[in-house]
């Protein structure tokens, strides 16, 4: 997920490309709400850090109390380190613009939980 539509797509498309089954939302709220109605288990979110309205990191929380299941793997534009992410965020961060190898090794990666 990132509030870029243009990024989304571009996401998307390479996710797609990897044959991954790919549902997209604008923001947190739209993403919680995509997970509660699913009719298969979600196995992984890949969301941007920085969002409106609900951060990736308040996202994440939010998914370990509502549906301790799903995977989460962070990106931004922004480095790790300006992030400030602790340890185990920083092994589940992708940083902005993503290459398709490492979107491919980071997403099986997170889906092994080996992130």
Not at 82 to 97: D, Y
Request: charged share 25%; hydrophobic share 50%; no cysteine.
């Amino acid at each position: 997920m990132d509030d870029d539509p243009k990024v989304r797509a571009s996401i998307r498309a390479l996710l797609e490309k990897l044959d991954y089954h790919v549902v997209e939302a604008a923001d947190a709220d739209a993403a919680l709400a995509l997970i509660a109605s699913a009719r298969t288990p979600t196995d992984l979110v890949l969301t941007d850090i920085v969002l409106q309205g609900m951060s990736g990191r308040e996202l994440a929380v939010r998914l370990s109390i509502e549906h301790p299941g799903v995977r989460l793997l962070l990106m931004s534009g922004y480095s790790a380190a300006t992030m400030q992410l602790k340890e185990g965020e920083v092994a589940k961060f992708l940083h902005k613009p993503i290459a398709l190898e490492a979107l491919a090794a980071r997403v099986a990666a997170a889906l092994r939980d080996e992130t």
